[in-house]
């Protein structure tokens, strides 16, 4: 459960929810009730409505829900209607990857800086956002407000770079490295572990293949 008694696997769906709705907004939807959600999302309307339920509900009797109001209400709930400032650990391909996508700053999410190790990468820049070295972390960091870092470097130092990073006031960590991370309470982490989601596509794939319809 989440610290207000939320389950996790209601929080994990509200960006998908998020996200269609951004969909419905784009092809100028005004309101769609909770059947025609479910449809499209392949989850059932009773859970949609459970689901909303958790943070007041949203919707009306025989009208459904009104899109931009509920778009914009599920993205306050995200906090997407703050900005947040992050650096990248790690300037290697998934480092870089993350860098140059832009739609992280339309949800909010503004890069400040990106760090190294390797010197031939100081100074190359990435959409206007110069690589760093390790070794001007602390400065930068104090001469700026950071909330969250990703990791993108291998998980030999990942723990020891987290710990790190805590102790420089980072208070969230979105951890690419192949390792789960233990960290001090108030400090939050989402690990995305690539393999592991690989090996679930693997999984269904291979079932499908022994099963056939």
Avoid: C
Avoid at 1 to 9: F, N, Q
Avoid at 113 to 134: E, Q
Avoid at 184 to 199: F, T, Y
């Amino acid at each position: 459960m989440s610290e207000k008694g939320i389950s996790l696997a209601v929080i994990k769906r509200l960006p998908r929810y998020y996200r269609y709705l951004g969909e419905l907004l784009e092809n100028d939807v005004v309101r769609i009730s909770s059947k025609e959600l479910s449809e499209r999302m392949h989850v059932t309307a009773s859970q949609i409505r459970q689901d909303l339920n958790n943070f007041g509900g949203f919707g009306q009797q025989g009208y459904g829900y009104n899109v931009e109001y509920l778009h914009t209400e599920i993205g306050k709930i995200l906090g997407l209607d703050k900005k947040y400032s992050m650096i990248i650990i790690g300037a290697g391909n998934l480092g870089q990857a993350l860098a140059n996508y832009s739609d992280f700053e339309r949800k909010g999410f503004v890069l400040k800086g990106i760090f190294d190790v390797n010197p031939v990468l100081k100074g190359v820049s990435i959409r206007d956002t110069p690589i760093m070295m390790m070794d001007e972390l602390e400065e930068f960091l104090k001469k700026n407000s950071v909330q969250i870092a990703a990791l993108t470097i291998p998980k030999s130092k990942a723990p020891q770079t987290a710990q790190r990073l805590v102790k420089l006031g980072i208070k969230a960590i979105w951890n690419f490295a192949p390792t789960d991370l233990h960290l001090p309470e108030g400090v939050v982490s989402e690990n995305v572990h690539l393999s592991e989601s690989l090996m679930r596509l693997s999984y269904s794939l291979k079932s499908k293949e022994e099963d056939p319809e």
